[in-house]
Protein backbone atom coordinates (compact mmCIF):
# COMPACT_ATOMS: atom_id res chain seq x y z
CA UNK A 1 0.00 0.00 0.00
CA UNK A 2 1.40 3.42 -0.60
CA UNK A 3 2.83 5.41 2.34
CA UNK A 4 2.20 9.34 1.18
CA UNK A 5 -0.36 10.59 -1.67
CA UNK A 6 -0.15 13.71 -3.26
CA UNK A 7 -3.95 15.26 -3.87
CA UNK A 8 -3.78 17.13 -6.72
CA UNK A 9 -6.66 19.07 -6.47
CA UNK A 10 -8.72 21.59 -3.94
CA UNK A 11 -11.80 21.95 -2.67
CA UNK A 12 -14.58 19.37 -1.57
CA UNK A 13 -13.23 16.48 -3.48
CA UNK A 14 -9.15 17.37 -1.93
CA UNK A 15 -10.86 16.72 1.32
CA UNK A 16 -12.90 13.75 0.34
CA UNK A 17 -9.24 11.97 -0.52
CA UNK A 18 -7.86 13.21 2.59
CA UNK A 19 -10.84 11.25 4.68
CA UNK A 20 -10.12 8.00 2.31
CA UNK A 21 -6.33 8.08 2.99
CA UNK A 22 -6.70 8.99 6.76
CA UNK A 23 -8.91 5.87 6.93
CA UNK A 24 -6.07 3.78 5.32
CA UNK A 25 -3.56 5.12 6.97
CA UNK A 26 -1.47 7.10 4.40
CA UNK A 27 0.12 10.58 4.58
CA UNK A 28 -0.97 13.45 2.61
CA UNK A 29 -0.03 16.22 0.87
CA UNK A 30 -1.79 18.82 -0.44
CA UNK A 31 -0.89 21.32 -3.01
CA UNK A 32 -2.43 24.97 -2.86
CA UNK A 33 -2.67 28.03 -5.01
CA UNK A 34 -2.13 31.55 -3.46
CA UNK A 35 -6.14 31.76 -3.28
CA UNK A 36 -6.19 28.58 -1.28
CA UNK A 37 -3.73 29.18 1.55
CA UNK A 38 -6.04 28.88 4.33
CA UNK A 39 -8.35 26.07 2.85
CA UNK A 40 -9.09 23.10 5.02
CA UNK A 41 -7.81 20.49 2.66
CA UNK A 42 -3.92 22.15 3.42
CA UNK A 43 -5.19 22.29 7.08
CA UNK A 44 -5.84 18.58 7.33
CA UNK A 45 -3.09 17.61 4.97
CA UNK A 46 0.44 16.00 6.85
CA UNK A 47 1.99 18.27 4.65
CA UNK A 48 1.23 21.00 1.76
CA UNK A 49 3.46 23.05 -1.20
CA UNK A 50 2.59 25.44 -2.63
CA UNK A 51 2.45 25.23 -6.39
CA UNK A 52 1.52 28.69 -8.18
CA UNK A 53 -0.19 32.20 -8.23
CA UNK A 54 -4.86 31.76 -8.39
CA UNK A 55 -5.25 31.13 -11.17
CA UNK A 56 -5.56 27.49 -12.52
CA UNK A 57 -3.26 27.37 -15.54
CA UNK A 58 -0.36 28.31 -13.23
CA UNK A 59 -1.56 25.99 -10.26
CA UNK A 60 -3.75 22.90 -9.88
CA UNK A 61 -2.93 22.72 -13.87
CA UNK A 62 0.46 23.11 -13.76
CA UNK A 63 1.89 19.28 -14.50
CA UNK A 64 5.53 20.56 -13.54
CA UNK A 65 4.90 21.78 -10.41
CA UNK A 66 2.37 19.04 -9.72
CA UNK A 67 5.42 16.55 -9.87
CA UNK A 68 7.78 18.62 -8.07
CA UNK A 69 5.44 18.76 -4.83
CA UNK A 70 5.43 15.04 -5.60
CA UNK A 71 8.90 14.80 -5.59
CA UNK A 72 10.21 16.85 -2.62
CA UNK A 73 7.62 15.68 -0.40
CA UNK A 74 8.26 11.48 -1.43
CA UNK A 75 4.75 11.26 -2.14
CA UNK A 76 4.54 7.87 -3.75
CA UNK A 77 1.15 8.35 -5.30
CA UNK A 78 -1.31 11.20 -7.11
CA UNK A 79 -4.77 10.80 -6.52
CA UNK A 80 -6.11 13.91 -9.41
CA UNK A 81 -9.38 14.05 -7.92
CA UNK A 82 -11.72 15.44 -10.95
CA UNK A 83 -11.61 18.51 -12.75
CA UNK A 84 -8.09 20.03 -13.17
CA UNK A 85 -5.71 17.50 -14.35
CA UNK A 86 -7.85 14.34 -13.93
CA UNK A 87 -8.32 13.26 -17.05
CA UNK A 88 -4.79 14.26 -18.53
CA UNK A 89 -2.99 11.52 -19.85
CA UNK A 90 -0.05 13.75 -20.23
CA UNK A 91 0.08 13.72 -16.32
CA UNK A 92 -0.15 9.71 -16.15
CA UNK A 93 2.31 9.30 -18.57
CA UNK A 94 4.86 11.93 -16.65
CA UNK A 95 3.53 10.13 -13.56
CA UNK A 96 4.89 6.67 -15.12
CA UNK A 97 8.08 8.00 -16.54
CA UNK A 98 8.89 9.30 -12.65
CA UNK A 99 7.53 6.05 -11.29
CA UNK A 100 4.56 7.71 -8.98
CA UNK A 101 1.59 6.31 -9.45
CA UNK A 102 -0.89 7.88 -10.86
CA UNK A 103 -4.30 7.02 -9.19
CA UNK A 104 -6.41 6.45 -12.16
CA UNK A 105 -6.25 3.88 -15.54
CA UNK A 106 -3.61 3.75 -17.80
CA UNK A 107 -2.41 6.54 -20.25
CA UNK A 108 -3.30 4.75 -23.04
CA UNK A 109 -6.95 4.18 -21.69
CA UNK A 110 -7.35 7.77 -21.03
CA UNK A 111 -6.41 9.08 -24.46
CA UNK A 112 -8.93 6.55 -26.38
CA UNK A 113 -11.47 7.59 -24.09
CA UNK A 114 -10.69 11.39 -24.85
CA UNK A 115 -11.14 10.83 -28.33
CA UNK A 116 -15.13 10.35 -28.45
CA UNK A 117 -15.14 8.82 -32.35
CA UNK A 118 -12.54 6.28 -30.83
CA UNK A 119 -14.48 5.39 -28.25
CA UNK A 120 -17.49 4.94 -30.09
CA UNK A 121 -15.63 2.18 -32.68
CA UNK A 122 -14.60 0.32 -29.60
CA UNK A 123 -17.22 0.35 -27.99
CA UNK A 124 -19.23 -0.80 -30.97
CA UNK A 125 -16.72 -3.41 -31.39
CA UNK A 126 -17.29 -4.69 -27.80
CA UNK A 127 -21.30 -4.86 -28.52
CA UNK A 128 -22.32 -1.87 -26.26
CA UNK A 129 -25.33 0.00 -28.20
CA UNK A 130 -23.88 3.21 -30.07
CA UNK A 131 -26.06 5.69 -32.07
CA UNK A 132 -26.29 5.86 -36.04
CA UNK A 133 -23.64 8.09 -37.15
CA UNK A 134 -20.29 8.54 -38.76
CA UNK A 135 -17.16 5.70 -38.67
CA UNK A 136 -14.41 8.05 -37.35
CA UNK A 137 -13.87 12.30 -37.96
CA UNK A 138 -16.17 14.02 -41.02
CA UNK A 139 -13.58 14.48 -44.02
CA UNK A 140 -15.39 16.81 -46.09
CA UNK A 141 -19.00 18.73 -46.84
CA UNK A 142 -19.68 15.56 -49.16
CA UNK A 143 -19.38 12.89 -46.84
CA UNK A 144 -20.88 15.21 -44.08
CA UNK A 145 -23.81 15.22 -46.44
CA UNK A 146 -23.40 11.36 -47.75
CA UNK A 147 -23.60 10.15 -43.88
CA UNK A 148 -26.50 12.88 -42.46
CA UNK A 149 -28.52 11.64 -45.60
CA UNK A 150 -28.44 7.37 -44.48
CA UNK A 151 -28.83 8.08 -40.58
CA UNK A 152 -31.59 11.05 -41.30
CA UNK A 153 -31.86 14.24 -39.70
CA UNK A 154 -31.98 15.57 -37.11
CA UNK A 155 -28.95 14.85 -36.55
CA UNK A 156 -25.45 16.20 -34.11
CA UNK A 157 -21.91 17.21 -34.99
CA UNK A 158 -19.78 16.31 -32.30
CA UNK A 159 -16.05 17.50 -31.71
CA UNK A 160 -13.97 14.17 -31.44
CA UNK A 161 -12.20 15.86 -28.59
CA UNK A 162 -15.26 16.89 -26.78
CA UNK A 163 -17.32 16.42 -23.95
CA UNK A 164 -19.58 18.70 -21.50
CA UNK A 165 -21.27 20.17 -24.34
CA UNK A 166 -18.47 22.12 -26.39
CA UNK A 167 -18.45 21.74 -30.09
CA UNK A 168 -21.67 20.54 -30.63
CA UNK A 169 -24.30 21.02 -33.26
CA UNK A 170 -27.63 20.01 -33.90
CA UNK A 171 -28.49 19.81 -37.58
CA UNK A 172 -32.57 19.72 -38.45
CA UNK A 173 -31.96 20.00 -42.56
CA UNK A 174 -29.62 19.02 -44.77
CA UNK A 175 -28.73 22.92 -45.55
CA UNK A 176 -27.26 24.01 -42.13
CA UNK A 177 -25.11 20.85 -41.90
CA UNK A 178 -22.12 22.03 -43.81
CA UNK A 179 -22.21 25.04 -42.04
CA UNK A 180 -22.60 23.26 -38.64
CA UNK A 181 -19.65 21.28 -39.26
CA UNK A 182 -17.43 24.38 -40.35
CA UNK A 183 -18.19 26.10 -37.01
CA UNK A 184 -18.30 22.80 -34.48
CA UNK A 185 -14.95 22.16 -36.11
CA UNK A 186 -13.45 25.88 -35.41
CA UNK A 187 -14.84 25.77 -31.84
CA UNK A 188 -13.13 22.45 -31.03
CA UNK A 189 -9.80 23.48 -32.43
CA UNK A 190 -10.19 26.64 -30.44
CA UNK A 191 -11.62 24.60 -27.56
CA UNK A 192 -9.16 21.63 -27.46
CA UNK A 193 -6.54 21.87 -30.01
CA UNK A 194 -8.10 19.26 -32.60
CA UNK A 195 -10.64 20.34 -35.19
CA UNK A 196 -11.96 17.09 -35.59
CA UNK A 197 -16.08 15.93 -35.50
CA UNK A 198 -17.60 13.27 -36.20
CA UNK A 199 -21.78 12.97 -36.94
CA UNK A 200 -24.40 11.28 -34.80
CA UNK A 201 -27.93 10.53 -35.01
CA UNK A 202 -29.74 13.05 -32.86
CA UNK A 203 -31.98 12.37 -29.89
CA UNK A 204 -34.77 14.64 -28.56
CA UNK A 205 -34.91 15.26 -24.85
CA UNK A 206 -32.89 11.98 -23.56
CA UNK A 207 -32.21 11.07 -20.07
CA UNK A 208 -28.47 11.07 -19.04
CA UNK A 209 -27.57 7.87 -17.28
CA UNK A 210 -24.17 6.95 -16.67
CA UNK A 211 -22.90 3.53 -14.97
CA UNK A 212 -19.94 3.38 -12.06
CA UNK A 213 -17.43 0.44 -12.88
CA UNK A 214 -14.26 -0.31 -10.68
CA UNK A 215 -11.65 -2.54 -12.43
CA UNK A 216 -8.74 -4.14 -11.04
CA UNK A 217 -5.29 -4.81 -12.29
CA UNK A 218 -5.52 -8.70 -12.83
CA UNK A 219 -8.97 -8.12 -15.09
CA UNK A 220 -11.58 -7.97 -12.59
CA UNK A 221 -14.18 -5.94 -13.40
CA UNK A 222 -17.68 -4.85 -11.43
CA UNK A 223 -20.15 -2.23 -12.25
CA UNK A 224 -21.83 -0.51 -8.75
CA UNK A 225 -25.05 0.24 -10.90
CA UNK A 226 -26.22 3.19 -12.54
CA UNK A 227 -27.21 7.20 -12.04
CA UNK A 228 -29.80 9.46 -13.39
CA UNK A 229 -27.86 12.56 -14.19
CA UNK A 230 -30.38 14.39 -16.32
CA UNK A 231 -31.32 17.31 -14.32
CA UNK A 232 -28.41 19.93 -15.70
CA UNK A 233 -28.28 22.98 -17.11
CA UNK A 234 -25.87 23.83 -19.57
CA UNK A 235 -24.30 20.48 -19.65
CA UNK A 236 -23.13 21.73 -15.47
CA UNK A 237 -25.24 18.68 -13.79
CA UNK A 238 -27.15 20.26 -10.63
CA UNK A 239 -29.08 17.10 -8.81
CA UNK A 240 -28.07 13.59 -9.57
CA UNK A 241 -29.89 10.42 -8.50
CA UNK A 242 -29.18 6.70 -8.03
CA UNK A 243 -31.32 4.34 -8.62
CA UNK A 244 -32.38 6.43 -11.95
CA UNK A 245 -36.58 6.34 -11.69
CA UNK A 246 -38.27 3.71 -13.37
CA UNK A 247 -35.41 1.44 -13.70
CA UNK A 248 -35.46 -2.39 -13.79
CA UNK A 249 -33.55 -4.47 -12.06
CA UNK A 250 -33.07 -6.65 -15.27
CA UNK A 251 -32.23 -3.31 -17.06
CA UNK A 252 -29.12 -2.80 -14.25
CA UNK A 253 -28.30 -6.06 -14.82
CA UNK A 254 -28.08 -6.03 -18.70
CA UNK A 255 -26.55 -2.92 -19.38
CA UNK A 256 -24.18 -3.43 -15.75
CA UNK A 257 -23.53 -6.28 -18.06
CA UNK A 258 -22.67 -4.86 -21.23
CA UNK A 259 -20.62 -1.96 -19.18
CA UNK A 260 -18.33 -4.62 -17.57
CA UNK A 261 -17.85 -6.43 -21.31
CA UNK A 262 -16.65 -3.19 -22.14
CA UNK A 263 -14.29 -2.42 -19.18
CA UNK A 264 -13.01 -5.47 -20.08
CA UNK A 265 -12.51 -5.02 -23.74
CA UNK A 266 -10.05 -1.87 -23.21
CA UNK A 267 -8.76 -3.58 -20.07
CA UNK A 268 -10.07 -0.60 -17.76
CA UNK A 269 -8.40 -0.54 -14.53
CA UNK A 270 -8.97 2.01 -12.04
CA UNK A 271 -13.25 4.08 -11.29
CA UNK A 272 -14.77 4.65 -14.44
CA UNK A 273 -18.66 6.05 -15.88
CA UNK A 274 -19.61 4.72 -19.04
CA UNK A 275 -22.17 7.58 -19.79
CA UNK A 276 -25.58 6.42 -22.07
CA UNK A 277 -28.30 8.25 -23.79
CA UNK A 278 -31.48 6.81 -23.05
CA UNK A 279 -34.29 7.65 -25.45
CA UNK A 280 -38.16 7.96 -24.72
CA UNK A 281 -38.89 4.30 -25.65
CA UNK A 282 -36.28 3.34 -23.42
CA UNK A 283 -33.50 2.27 -25.50
CA UNK A 284 -29.76 3.58 -24.68
CA UNK A 285 -26.45 4.24 -25.88
CA UNK A 286 -23.05 4.97 -25.77
CA UNK A 287 -22.05 8.22 -25.32
CA UNK A 288 -19.01 8.44 -23.67
CA UNK A 289 -16.70 7.20 -21.02
CA UNK A 290 -15.55 9.36 -18.00
CA UNK A 291 -11.47 8.01 -16.90
CA UNK A 292 -11.71 9.77 -13.46
CA UNK A 293 -13.97 9.84 -9.88
CA UNK A 294 -16.99 12.04 -10.88
CA UNK A 295 -18.81 14.84 -8.64
CA UNK A 296 -21.79 12.25 -7.97
CA UNK A 297 -19.82 9.13 -7.12
CA UNK A 298 -21.39 9.83 -3.04
CA UNK A 299 -25.24 8.86 -4.80
CA UNK A 300 -23.56 5.52 -5.97
CA UNK A 301 -21.56 4.51 -2.69
CA UNK A 302 -25.06 5.75 -0.24
CA UNK A 303 -26.96 2.97 -2.12
CA UNK A 304 -24.39 0.34 -2.63
CA UNK A 305 -22.36 1.09 0.48
CA UNK A 306 -18.69 1.09 -1.78
CA UNK A 307 -16.36 4.00 -0.75
CA UNK A 308 -15.11 4.25 -4.25
CA UNK A 309 -12.00 6.09 -3.29
CA UNK A 310 -10.43 3.83 -1.26
CA UNK A 311 -11.10 1.17 -3.98
CA UNK A 312 -9.71 3.63 -6.47
CA UNK A 313 -6.62 4.01 -4.24
CA UNK A 314 -6.65 0.28 -3.33
CA UNK A 315 -6.34 -0.97 -7.12
CA UNK A 316 -3.80 1.66 -8.01
CA UNK A 317 -2.00 0.27 -5.30
CA UNK A 318 -2.36 -3.38 -6.62
CA UNK A 319 -4.83 -4.98 -4.90
CA UNK A 320 -7.64 -6.90 -5.92
CA UNK A 321 -11.07 -5.59 -5.70
CA UNK A 322 -12.65 -5.88 -2.47
CA UNK A 323 -16.03 -7.36 -3.24
CA UNK A 324 -17.42 -8.95 -6.69
CA UNK A 325 -20.68 -8.64 -8.51
CA UNK A 326 -22.44 -10.95 -6.83
CA UNK A 327 -21.21 -8.67 -3.42
CA UNK A 328 -22.82 -5.43 -4.97
CA UNK A 329 -26.34 -4.68 -3.43
CA UNK A 330 -28.14 -1.26 -3.94
CA UNK A 331 -30.47 -0.85 -1.14
CA UNK A 332 -33.05 2.73 -1.02
CA UNK A 333 -32.28 5.85 -2.94
CA UNK A 334 -29.94 8.47 -2.86
CA UNK A 335 -29.84 12.01 -4.53
CA UNK A 336 -26.80 14.50 -4.44
CA UNK A 337 -27.81 18.62 -5.14
CA UNK A 338 -24.67 20.31 -6.19
CA UNK A 339 -24.82 24.26 -4.07
CA UNK A 340 -23.46 26.56 -5.76
CA UNK A 341 -22.42 30.25 -5.15
CA UNK A 342 -24.58 31.23 -7.98
CA UNK A 343 -27.29 33.46 -7.82
CA UNK A 344 -30.22 31.18 -8.51
CA UNK A 345 -32.34 33.32 -10.98
CA UNK A 346 -29.46 34.37 -13.34
CA UNK A 347 -26.66 31.61 -12.27
CA UNK A 348 -24.55 34.50 -12.30
CA UNK A 349 -21.08 33.46 -9.87
CA UNK A 350 -21.44 34.83 -6.41
CA UNK A 351 -17.77 34.79 -4.77
CA UNK A 352 -17.10 36.24 -1.31
CA UNK A 353 -16.85 36.10 2.12
CA UNK A 354 -19.45 33.42 3.64
CA UNK A 355 -20.28 34.97 6.84
CA UNK A 356 -22.33 31.97 8.63
CA UNK A 357 -22.00 28.73 7.08
CA UNK A 358 -23.87 25.62 8.55
CA UNK A 359 -25.59 22.63 6.98
CA UNK A 360 -26.66 20.34 9.39
CA UNK A 361 -27.32 16.61 8.97
CA UNK A 362 -29.07 13.88 10.75
CA UNK A 363 -30.38 10.47 9.65
CA UNK A 364 -29.49 9.74 5.95
CA UNK A 365 -27.95 13.34 5.11
CA UNK A 366 -24.60 13.48 4.16
CA UNK A 367 -22.60 16.97 3.40
CA UNK A 368 -19.19 17.11 1.28
CA UNK A 369 -18.00 20.45 1.55
CA UNK A 370 -14.96 22.73 2.29
CA UNK A 371 -16.80 25.71 2.88
CA UNK A 372 -17.23 27.03 6.92
CA UNK A 373 -18.27 30.63 8.45
CA UNK A 374 -15.89 32.99 7.20
CA UNK A 375 -14.16 31.59 4.37
CA UNK A 376 -13.66 32.83 1.16
CA UNK A 377 -15.22 31.78 -2.19
CA UNK A 378 -12.86 32.54 -4.64
CA UNK A 379 -13.69 34.08 -8.03
CA UNK A 380 -11.33 31.81 -9.45
CA UNK A 381 -12.47 28.40 -9.50
CA UNK A 382 -16.02 26.02 -9.90
CA UNK A 383 -18.59 28.04 -7.95
CA UNK A 384 -19.69 24.15 -6.06
CA UNK A 385 -19.05 24.51 -2.67
CA UNK A 386 -20.99 21.91 -1.17
CA UNK A 387 -22.96 18.81 -2.03
CA UNK A 388 -25.69 17.44 0.20
CA UNK A 389 -25.91 13.58 -0.77
CA UNK A 390 -29.25 12.06 0.88
CA UNK A 391 -30.72 8.17 1.48
CA UNK A 392 -33.75 6.93 2.08
CA UNK A 393 -35.65 4.22 1.79
CA UNK A 394 -37.64 5.22 -1.06
CA UNK A 395 -37.33 8.01 -3.25
CA UNK A 396 -40.21 9.51 -1.26
CA UNK A 397 -38.10 9.57 1.88
CA UNK A 398 -34.90 10.95 0.26
CA UNK A 399 -36.78 13.67 -1.81
CA UNK A 400 -38.08 14.60 2.21
CA UNK A 401 -34.88 14.32 3.81
CA UNK A 402 -33.57 16.48 0.63
CA UNK A 403 -36.25 18.98 1.23
CA UNK A 404 -35.69 19.39 5.29
CA UNK A 405 -31.61 19.79 4.73
CA UNK A 406 -31.85 22.46 2.44
CA UNK A 407 -34.77 24.13 4.59
CA UNK A 408 -32.06 23.96 7.20
CA UNK A 409 -28.85 25.04 5.57
CA UNK A 410 -27.88 28.45 6.22
CA UNK A 411 -25.42 30.22 3.84
CA UNK A 412 -25.03 33.85 4.58
CA UNK A 413 -23.34 36.64 2.82
CA UNK A 414 -22.98 34.82 -0.38
CA UNK A 415 -25.74 33.53 -3.19
CA UNK A 416 -26.45 30.22 -3.13
CA UNK A 417 -29.14 27.87 -5.59
CA UNK A 418 -30.52 26.17 -2.67
CA UNK A 419 -33.59 28.45 -3.67
CA UNK A 420 -33.62 26.47 -6.94
CA UNK A 421 -32.85 23.13 -5.41
CA UNK A 422 -36.25 23.64 -3.05
CA UNK A 423 -38.28 24.79 -6.47
CA UNK A 424 -37.26 22.04 -8.07
CA UNK A 425 -37.66 19.58 -5.35
CA UNK A 426 -41.48 20.54 -4.97
CA UNK A 427 -42.36 19.99 -8.69
CA UNK A 428 -44.33 17.35 -9.45
CA UNK A 429 -42.95 16.48 -12.41
CA UNK A 430 -39.81 16.05 -10.56
CA UNK A 431 -41.61 14.35 -7.51
CA UNK A 432 -42.96 11.72 -10.17
CA UNK A 433 -39.71 10.81 -11.64
CA UNK A 434 -39.99 12.66 -15.07
CA UNK A 435 -37.05 13.42 -15.99
CA UNK A 436 -35.08 14.17 -19.39
CA UNK A 437 -32.33 16.77 -20.27
CA UNK A 438 -34.42 19.30 -21.39
CA UNK A 439 -36.35 19.23 -17.87
CA UNK A 440 -34.38 22.42 -16.40
CA UNK A 441 -34.98 24.07 -19.71
CA UNK A 442 -38.65 23.83 -19.71
CA UNK A 443 -38.62 24.45 -15.35
CA UNK A 444 -36.68 27.86 -16.08
CA UNK A 445 -39.21 28.80 -18.56
CA UNK A 446 -42.39 28.22 -16.71
CA UNK A 447 -43.87 31.26 -15.34
CA UNK A 448 -44.00 31.26 -10.94
CA UNK A 449 -45.47 33.11 -8.76
CA UNK A 450 -43.59 36.61 -8.18
CA UNK A 451 -44.88 37.35 -4.94
CA UNK A 452 -47.75 36.18 -2.18
CA UNK A 453 -47.39 33.46 0.19
CA UNK A 454 -47.10 30.94 -2.90
CA UNK A 455 -43.64 32.28 -3.80
CA UNK A 456 -42.66 32.69 -0.54
CA UNK A 457 -43.08 29.41 0.01
CA UNK A 458 -41.01 28.09 -2.58
C1 LIG B 1 -26.31 13.95 -27.70
C2 LIG B 1 -27.64 14.34 -27.48
C3 LIG B 1 -28.62 13.84 -28.32
N1 LIG B 1 -28.30 13.00 -29.32
N2 LIG B 1 -26.04 13.10 -28.70
C4 LIG B 1 -24.31 16.75 -24.40
C5 LIG B 1 -22.97 16.62 -23.74
C6 LIG B 1 -22.19 15.74 -24.63
N3 LIG B 1 -21.35 14.91 -23.85
C7 LIG B 1 -23.20 14.98 -25.42
N4 LIG B 1 -24.45 15.64 -25.26
C8 LIG B 1 -25.54 15.24 -25.95
N5 LIG B 1 -25.31 14.37 -26.95
C9 LIG B 1 -27.00 12.66 -29.49
N6 LIG B 1 -26.70 11.83 -30.49
C10 LIG B 1 -27.90 15.21 -26.44
C11 LIG B 1 -26.85 15.68 -25.66
C12 LIG B 1 -27.20 16.59 -24.61
C13 LIG B 1 -27.08 16.21 -23.28
C14 LIG B 1 -26.54 15.00 -22.89
C15 LIG B 1 -26.42 14.66 -21.56
C16 LIG B 1 -26.83 15.56 -20.59
C17 LIG B 1 -27.33 16.76 -20.94
C18 LIG B 1 -27.47 17.12 -22.28
C19 LIG B 1 -28.02 18.36 -22.63
C20 LIG B 1 -28.13 18.70 -23.93
C21 LIG B 1 -27.72 17.82 -24.93
Not at 148 to 168: L, N, Q
Given at each position: MFKKILIANRGEVALRIIFACRELGIKTVAVYSEADENSLHVRFADEDVRIGPARSADSYLNVPAVISAAEITGADAIHPGYGFLSESAYLAEVCEACHIKFIGPDPQVIRLMGDKARARRVMKKAGVPILPG???????????????????????????????????????VPADLSTAVKTAAREAEAAFGVGDVYIEKYIESPRHIEFQVLGDQYGSVIHLGERECSIQRRHQKLIEESPSPGFSDKMRRRMGGMVIDAAKAVQYTNAGTFEFLMDAAGHFYFMEANTRLQVEHPVTEMVTGVDIVKEQIRIAAGERLSLKQGDVTFTGHSIECRVNAEDPETFVPSPGVIRVFSMLTGPGVRVETFAHSDCTISPFYDSMIAKIIVHGRDRKEAIARMRRALEMAVVEGIKTTIPLHLRVLSDPEFINGQLSTSYMER???????????LAEAV
Open positions: SDGPIEGEEKALKVAKEIGYPVIVKATAGGGGRGMRVVRFLARPRPTSGR
